[in-house]
Nanobody, 113 residues
Framework: QVQLVESGGGLVQAGGSLRLSCAAFGRINTMGWYRQAPGKQRELVATITIVGSTDYADSVKGRFTISRDNAKNTMYLQTNSLKPEDTGVYYC??????????WGKGTLVTVSS
């Protein structure tokens, strides 16, 4: 069983930055950040493999950076130049080595204009 705990969300003005963290308790492989805006479906933000290969949604490329510290079993999302449309609940997702998928409970990011 894997537990994921997100932190770092909050209220920020447009153009500001936040650093989100996801602490994993258990052995995991690929990790990722997803977000869900009010009234919209959950969407991929970025993923990172165990060896550090990354992938980003087009909407966040050049503004967000995903990283991980395998020694701490923690993943990060540095969000810069935030826009109101980045508002939503940000969820951590992890794939265990048996391909079981786990989700965190989410952390709310609100970007004011």
């Amino acid at each position: 069983q894997v537990q994921l705990v997100e932190s770092g969300g909050g209220l920020v003005q447009a153009g500001g930055s936040l650093r989100l963290s996801c602490a994993a308790f258990g052995r995991i492989n690929t990790m990722g950040w997803y977000r869900q805006a009010p009234g919209k479906q959950r969407e991929l933000v970025a993923t990172i493999t165990i060896v550090g290969s990354t992938d980003y949604a087009d909407s966040v490329k050049g503004r967000f950076t995903i990283s991980r510290d395998n020694a701490k079993n923690t993943m990060y999302l540095q969000t810069n130049s935030l826009k109101p449309e980045d508002t939503g609940v940000y969820y951590c997702r992890a794939w265990a080595w048996d391909n079981t998928v786990y989700w965190g409970k989410g952390t709310l990011v609100t970007v004011s204009s």
